[in-house]
């Protein structure tokens, strides 16, 4: 007979699936642009996808999309990007600050996402080409912008140059205590 004492709490969520099998790491104010924030969910095997931290612009005051392309310049668009093979063969080749798209708001303010890490893009999400209040929606799952992979060697030091959660989360205290002391 079993000793039914223990109460649990059954209507409590258990942990998503971004928060079991993936590491955040974060990059603040990219390239020296305030609060423009990325993200990069790291999982297990190696893979990383990036997406917008949820302090970044394009995510904060109700801003609607209006394009997002992933043409980086005449000669290189992201969306040309063919990878084969189980080794990933062909995929480009990312360096940390390497584009991997632009995404311009209606009110004309332009946004370059950076990859934030060195690796060989795998792909890149169409999806939101079509549908883009997946982003706004869906930053961390339907609407990521796109998978890496880092070199076998290199995926352990995915994090060096990268903040962990605790620290991105003193970053932005940090920040919001900032224009909290500023003079009106």
Same mark, same amino acid.
């Given at each position: 007979?079993? %000793?039914?004492?223990? #109460?649990? %709490?059954?209507?409590?969520?258990?942990?998503?699936?971004?928060?079991?099998?993936?590491?955040?790491?974060?990059? !603040?104010? +990219?390239?020296?642009?305030?609060? #423009?924030?990325?993200?990069?969910?790291?999982?297990?095997?190696?893979?990383? +996808?990036?997406?917008? !931290?949820?302090?970044?612009?394009?995510?904060?005051?109700?801003?609607?999309?209006? &394009?997002?392309?992933?043409?980086? $310049? &005449? *000669?290189?668009?992201?969306?040309? &990007?063919?990878? !084969?093979?189980?080794?990933?063969? *062909?995929?480009?080749?990312?360096? #940390?600050?390497?584009?991997?798209?632009?995404?311009?708001?209606?009110?004309?303010?332009?946004?370059?996402?950076? $990859?934030?890490?060195?690796?060989?893009?795998?792909? +890149?999400?169409?999806?939101?080409?079509?549908?883009?209040?997946?982003?706004?929606?869906?930053?961390?799952?339907? *609407?990521?912008?796109?998978?890496?992979?880092?070199?076998?060697?290199?995926?352990?030091?995915? *994090?060096? &140059?990268?903040?962990?959660?605790?620290?991105?989360?003193?970053? +932005?205290?940090?920040?919001?205590? %900032?224009?909290?002391?500023?003079?009106?």
């Amino acid at each position: 007979m079993m %000793d039914c004492t223990e #109460e649990k %709490d059954l209507a409590a969520p258990g942990p998503s699936v971004i928060e079991r099998y993936f590491t955040r790491w974060y990059k !603040a104010d +990219v390239k020296g642009q305030a609060c #423009e924030d990325h993200c990069i969910l790291q999982h297990s095997n190696r893979l990383c +996808v990036l997406t917008l !931290a949820e302090t970044h612009p394009i995510l904060q005051d109700g801003r609607t999309i209006k &394009n997002i392309n992933y043409k980086i $310049s &005449n *000669g290189c668009s992201r969306l040309n &990007n063919k990878v !084969a093979g189980k080794s990933k063969r *062909g995929g480009q080749f990312l360096t #940390e600050f390497a584009p991997v798209c632009r995404i311009t708001c209606t009110d004309e303010t332009e946004y370059t996402i950076y $990859s934030c890490m060195r690796g060989r893009l795998l792909e +890149v999400n169409e999806d939101i080409l079509i549908n883009t209040s997946l982003l706004l929606k869906k930053p961390s799952t339907d *609407g990521y912008i796109a998978i890496i992979l880092p070199k076998f060697e290199e995926s352990k030091l995915v *994090g060096e &140059n990268l903040l962990s959660r605790e620290d991105f989360e003193t970053v +932005v205290s940090k920040r919001a205590a %900032d224009v909290q002391a500023q003079p009106s």
